[in-house]
T-cell receptor, first 113, second 114 residues
């Protein structure tokens, strides 16, 4: 069975500082991995996804994530945090031919001015 | 494209009443998902449809919950009778195809059962 674990339910960073949100997955076969962002009172929006090919994936709003098979990780990073990045971030996994996504419990990012 | 459309955006009802949530998926998408989000349990998949057919409803909490998809452009999630513990945000999402295709989420319906 596949699953994801997000380390840290809350992360605070200063404006301009590096953002690092952690996600580890569990899967017996190569997974597809996603990061979604949820702003207050809104639905989830795709930030980026890894399917195959290049392991460093770039997404919207300056975010990127690197698929590391040896570490079973897909951490989300952004070099410089902006106030508008404050939101909840969800990591998710699915498999080839699968229908549904398995979401992590989410990480709430706070950006301190 | 208008994206996934959900209605109503907010619903306040009293315990015991029937509640119907509505979803219009993105045109051309053949999979539709209903999720529930609460502080305690996070994001839970309730049910998903593929080509209007329910594929997995194992996440539906109990018989009070039912979902239908009469055609490719409309789905409902019904709770009858509603209970205070059903209070949550309910999201609908749609996807064009299986596997790595992106699920697109609607804005959600915030349900409060008094």
């Amino acid at each position: 069975a596949q699953s994801v674990t997000q380390l840290g339910s809350h992360v605070s960073v200063s404006e301009g500082a590096l953002v690092l949100l952690r996600c580890n997955y569990s899967s017996s076969v190569p997974p597809y991995l996603f990061w979604y962002v949820q702003y207050p009172n809104q639905g989830l929006q795709l930030l980026l996804k890894y399917t195959t090919g290049a392991t460093l994936v770039k997404g919207i709003n300056g975010f990127e994530a690197e698929f590391k098979k040896s570490e079973t990780s897909f951490h989300l990073t952004k070099p410089s945090a902006h106030m508008s990045d404050a939101a909840e971030y969800f990591c998710a996994v699915t498999l080839t031919g699968a229908n549904n996504l398995f979401f992590g419990t989410g990480t709430r990012l706070t950006v301190i001015p | 494209d208008a994206g996934v459309i959900q209605s109503p955006r907010h619903e306040v009802t009293e315990m015991g009443q029937e509640v119907t949530l509505r979803c219009k998926p993105i045109s051309g998408h053949n999979s539709l998902f209903w999720y529930r989000q609460t502080m305690m349990r996070g994001l839970e998949l309730l049910i998903y449809f593929n080509n209007n057919v329910p594929i997995d409803d194992s996440g539906m909490p109990e018989d009070r919950f039912s979902a239908k998809m009469p055609n490719a452009s409309f789905s409902t999630l019904k709770i009858q009778p509603s209970e205070p513990r059903d209070s949550a945000v309910y999201f609908c999402a749609s996807r064009r195809d299986r596997g790595p295709d992106t699920q697109y989420f609607g804005p959600g319906t915030r349900l409060t059962v008094l």
